[in-house]
């Protein structure tokens, strides 16, 4: 049900002014649970607040999908990613499956890739 939630949510993603989105913790990991969510960052240029910053992504997903999604500016991800302890480890440890400077998308499909 999460990989096919968030193929979903990759293929409409293709249609925003989304940057780069990286897939991490326990689903991306392949150690999904019953309480397993679907955590992603996502890059994207935006003046919003940080609270309404996933407002109109989180449509992108079938209702009811457990996703937790982090929406940060190309700017704040530079600094966040460089100098704090979880967004640096989410950089090193998670995958980016969707960059939009190559246009494309990695599967999200395989066991403890993503």
Do not use: C
């Amino acid at each position: 049900m999460l990989d096919a939630a968030l193929q979903r949510f990759l293929s409409g993603v293709v249609s925003t002014d989304v940057e780069q989105v990286i897939h991490f913790g326990s689903h991306a990991a392949g150690s999904v649970n019953s309480s397993s969510d679907i955590d992603l960052i996502v890059i994207r240029p935006t003046s919003l607040p940080f609270v309404h910053r996933a407002d109109d992504l989180v449509d992108l997903f079938p209702p009811g999908t457990p996703v937790d999604l982090l929406v940060y500016t190309p700017e704040e991800w530079s600094h966040l990613s460089a100098n704090r302890g979880f967004h640096k480890q989410a950089r090193e440890e998670g995958r980016v499956i969707y960059d939009a400077r190559r246009r494309g998308r990695a599967s999200v499909a395989e066991p403890g890739g993503a």
